[in-house]
C-alpha cells in the first residue's frame, strides 16, 4: 500500500496512476482477507465479537477522516488539491514483528509465562497445530464437499453475507456522496462536500455503537434490525425525491444519514466477523479468502454501475437496492446460524446435526460440554469429522471438561 500510494502521490499520467491504485487494492485487499480472521483467533471467544466490530469502528473513522481532509483541500488550488489528500494515505507507519509465541500470548492475555491458563491455551494450540501437519494437505475441493462438517454450506453462508455488505448500497451513500447531493438533490459543490463530511463523521459513531448492538443482540438480530432500517430508508428516498416540495426533497438527503446510521450499527465490522466466525478451522482461511473475495467483488460491481444506472434511471436507482436490501431479510432469517458466544467445536456440532442448523442453535444451550451438546442434538458418542477426501471419522471425546480461556 505504501508503494502504491507513493505511485498515486507523484504520479504525472494515467499509467502511473493505475498501477499506483492496482498495488495499493492488492495490499488492501491482503489486509481485508487476514486482519478480522487474525483478531478473532487472537481474542478471547467471550470477546471476539467487540475486538472485530472495534476494528470496523476504526475504519469507518478512517473514511470520515478522508472525507474531511477531501473538504479541506476542496478549498486549495493546483495539483495539490488531489495530490496531498492521497498522500495522506502513508502517514500511518504499520510495523509488522514475528516475535515467539509464548511472548505473543504474554502480550495478549496479560498473564506471565508460568501462567497454568496461558500454558494450557499454549499446549492446545500446539497440538492443534500438529494435528493440522499430520492431515492431508487441504484441497480446493474440499470448499464444494457438503458432509458432515457442512463446508460448503459455511462458505455460502460467508460469500453472502460479505456480498450483501456492498450489494445494500453502501458505496451508493458513501463513494459517490458527493456527485448525488449536487445532482439529486441540486447542492452546491462545497455544501456537498461539507454534508458528506459530516455524514462520514455520523457513520463513524454507528459503526462503534455496533460493537453493543451486535454483542446484545447477537449476529442474527442485527442483521435483521438494520436491513429492515436499510430497506425502509431506500423506500422512502425516492417517494421523497419524486415530490415537486423542495423541502420534501431535501428530506430525502436526511435519509442518507438514517440508512448510514443502520449500516454502520452492524453492516461495517458484521460481515467479516460472522465469515470467520462461521468457518470450520481447517478451511477457515480459504473461506475467508472466497468471502472477502466476494466482497470486492460486488464493490466494483457496485461501483462501476451506479454513474450509468443514476444516467438513465435516476433516482429509480433508490428502488434496486430498496429490494436488494429487503431480499436479505427472509435469507438471514432463515439460513444464517447465531454465532454470538459460540465455540468453533460448538458449531462443528451443530452443523454436523441433521437437518436444520438455525434450528439446531437454537436448541442448543450455550456453556455446556461438547459431549452434551451431542447428545442434545441427537448425534452419537463419536465426534464425526471429514477427512479431506470426503470420507468421515470417528474421533471419541474424552469425558466432557473443556477448558474456557474466556
Partial sequence: MVVGGTLQASAFHAAQLGVGRVLSGIGLGLQVATVPTWQSECAKPKTQGRWVMIEGGLQTTGVACGQWIGYGF???????????????????????????????????????????????????????????????????????????????????????????????????????????????????????????????????ICSVLSVFLIEGLGRRKAFLLTSTGMTISFILIPILLSQI???????????????????????????????????????????????????????????????????????????????????????????????KGRSLEELDVIFAAPGDPVKHEKRMPRNISIAEGRRILGLDDERTEEKSDGSVEGIKIEGSKEVDYA
Fill in 245 to 339: 416540495e423542495r423541502n420534501l426533497q431535501l428530506a430525502a438527503a436526511g435519509l442518507l444519514f438514517l440508512f448510514n446510521t443502520f449500516f454502520g450499527l452492524a453492516w461495517v465490522g458484521g460481515p467479516f466477523l460472522y465469515s470467520a466466525e462461521i468457518a470450520p478451522l481447517r478451511s477457515r482461511a480459504q473461506i475467508n479468502g472466497v468471502s472477502a473475495a466476494a466482497n470486492w467483488i460486488f464493490c466494483f460491481m457496485v461501483v462501476m454501475t451506479i454513474p450509468p444506472s443514476f444516467a438513465n434511471i435516476g433516482w429509480k436507482t433508490y428502488i434496486i437496492y430498496a429490494v436488494l436490501n429487503a431480499s436479505f431479510i427472509p435469507i438471514i432469517y432463515f439460513f444464517l446460524v447465531e454465532t
Fill in 74 to 204: 476542496f478549498f486549495t488550488h493546483g495539483q495539490i488539491q488531489w495530490r496531498m489528500p492521497v498522500a495522506i494515505q502513508l502517514i500511518p507507519a504499520i510495523i509488522v514483528k514475528i516475535n515467539q509465541g509464548v511472548h505473543n500470548l504474554c502480550k495478549l492475555r496479560g498473564l506471565s509465562e508460568e501462567d497454568s491458563t496461558l500454558k494450557a491455551e499454549l499446549e492446545s494450540i500446539m497440538a492443534t497445530f500438529e494435528s493440522q501437519k499430520s492431515e492431508a494437505p487441504f484441497q480446493y475441493k474440499e470448499l464444494f464437499q457438503n458432509g458432515r462438517s457442512q463446508t460448503f454450506r459455511r462458505m455460502c453462508l460467508g460469500f453472502f453475507i460479505q456480498a450483501a455488505q456492498q450489494l445494500s448500497g453502501i458505496n451508493l451513500v458513501s463513494t459517490y456522496a458527493n456527485q448525488i447531493l449536487t445532482d439529486s438533490f441540486n447542492l452546491s459543490p462545497s455544501m456537498a462536500h461539507l454534508i458528506a463530511a459530516c455524514g462520514g463523521a455520523e457513520y463513524a
